[in-house]
C-alpha cells in the first residue's frame, strides 16, 4: 500500500527550512528519501531503519517513528539546489522492494 | 565511476510494435528493480530480480517482460505497446538488505504513437 506524503507541495525563499512527511498504514522495517529533479532520476539521500533513529546529511536530516509508522525530512536553510520533488519510499521488511509515495514538490525561490 | 546505464534515453515506438528497453550496472548489485514512472505520479514497481530469482508484481500488466541474463544486464520488454504504457522507465540496482539504498539510471522515456 503507498504511503502517504504530505504536503503535496512546498514554496520556499532560500534559508528557509521545510518539513515533509510520509506516513505509512503497515508496519515498516526501513524508509527511504530521495530527490528527483524534472527529467532526472531519482537520487538516493538517506535510509531510516526499524528502531526509531534520526539521520542528518549537511542540512537535510530525517526522523523515523516506528510506533507511529511515520518518517519526517527537515529541510533547513534550503539553498535553490534542493528544488525537486521529494520521494519517500517504504518497505515492510528486511529485503528492500521499495513502494514509493506521491512525491512532495518543493519549490525554492531566491 | 561505478553507475546504472539505460539505454536508449528516448524511444518511440509505435502502437503495437515490441520494444526492449536495456538497464546495465557496474556495481556488481545482485538486486535490479524496474519502475514505470507516468508524468507527476511515483515511480511504480514492475518487477524485481534478486540475482536471477524473478518477482513479478501481482498487478504489472501480461504484456510486460523482463530478462535478466546476468548479473550486470536487465531487459524489460513491452510485447504490444499501447498509448497508456507512455511513461519513464527506471531501472535501480541495490545490495542485498535494508540498509542499501538504491542508485536508479537515467531513466529511458517512452513514447507510443
Known amino acids: 500500500q503507498q504511503p502517504v506524503q504530505s504536503p503535496q507541495a512546498v514554496i520556499l525563499r532560500e534559508g528557509e527550512d521545510a518539513v515533509i512527511n510520509c506516513s505509512s498504514s503497515?508496519?515498516?522495517?526501513?524508509v527511504h528519501w530521495y530527490r528527483q529533479k524534472h527529467g532526472e532520476a531519482p537520487v538516493f539521500l538517506m535510509i531510516?531503519?526499524?528502531?526509531?533513529e534520526q539521520k542528518g546529511h549537511e542540512k537535510i536530516s530525517a526522523s523515523f517513528n516506528e510506533k507511529k509508522q511515520q518518517s519526517s525530512l527537515y529541510l533547513t536553510a534550503s539553498q535553490l539546489s534542493y528544488s525537486g520533488t521529494y520521494f519517500c519510499g517504504t518497505s515492510g521488511t528486511s529485503y528492500g522492494k521499495l513502494t514509493f509515495g506521491q512525491g512532495t514538490i518543493l519549490t525554492v525561490h531566491p | 565511476d561505478a553507475m546504472v546505464i539505460q539505454n536508449p534515453r528516448y524511444q518511440v515506438t509505435q502502437f503495437g510494435k515490441p520494444v526492449t528497453l536495456s538497464c546495465s550496472q557496474t556495481?556488481?548489485?545482485?538486486?535490479m528493480y524496474w519502475y514505470q514512472q507516468k508524468s507527476s505520479q511515483a515511480p511504480k514497481l514492475l518487477f524485481h530480480?534478486?540475482?536471477?530469482?524473478?518477482?513479478n508484481e501481482a498487478d504489472t500488466p501480461d504484456n510486460f517482460q523482463s530478462r535478466r541474463p546476468n548479473t550486470s544486464f536487465c531487459f524489460l520488454d513491452i510485447r504490444s505497446p499501447g498509448l497508456g504504457d507512455a511513461a519513464m522507465y527506471l531501472c535501480?540496482?541495490?545490495?542485498?538488505?535494508?540498509?542499501?539504498?538504491?542508485?536508479f539510471g537515467s531513466g529511458t522515456r517512452l513514447t507510443v504513437v
Open positions: 556495481l556488481n548489485h545482485n538486486v
Open positions: 531510516l531503519l526499524k528502531g526509531g
Open positions: 535501480a540496482t541495490s545490495g542485498t538488505g535494508a540498509n542499501y539504498g538504491y542508485t
Open positions: 530480480y534478486y540475482d536471477k530469482d524473478f518477482n
Open positions: 503497515k508496519a515498516l522495517y526501513s
